[in-house]
């Protein structure tokens, strides 16, 4: 998948606003509370990772992306008030690509 990143401040605000605003993960995003009075596990660092690295750095969100219909998306996105999954398990073989069990 192709990463994205946005081209200027105001697609910038209008990804936020689609999906950071909405989304469990930021604390201060969501509610504007201020982002120094926040806890750790309150902000997510996805946001901080795409203005620290370029795109075409491997340390950029693999997480923006575009979708299924070529609109950029994040795909850690919980929506407000769902409860945040538990990360998967980085030494646990997946079983299954795109929802299919691998071949």
Same mark, same amino acid.
């Given at each position: ?6 081209? #200027? ?31 750790? #596990? ?55 690509? #795109? ?5």
């Amino acid at each position: 998948m192709k990463k994205y990143q946005p081209s #200027n401040g105001t697609e910038g605000d209008a990804f936020f606003r689609d999906w950071c605003c909405k989304c469990q993960r930021d604390k201060s995003m969501r509610d504007g509370d201020d982002f120094d009075e926040c806890d750790d #596990n309150e902000l997510c660092p996805i946001i901080a990772d795409t203005f620290a690295y370029k795109v075409s750095d491997e340390k950029y969100p693999k997480e923006w992306t575009y979708g299924k219909y070529g609109a950029p998306c994040c795909t850690a996105f919980v929506p407000a008030g769902d409860s945040i999954p538990c990360p998967r398990c980085t030494r646990t073989v997946d079983m299954f690509e #795109n929802g299919e069990p691998a071949a």
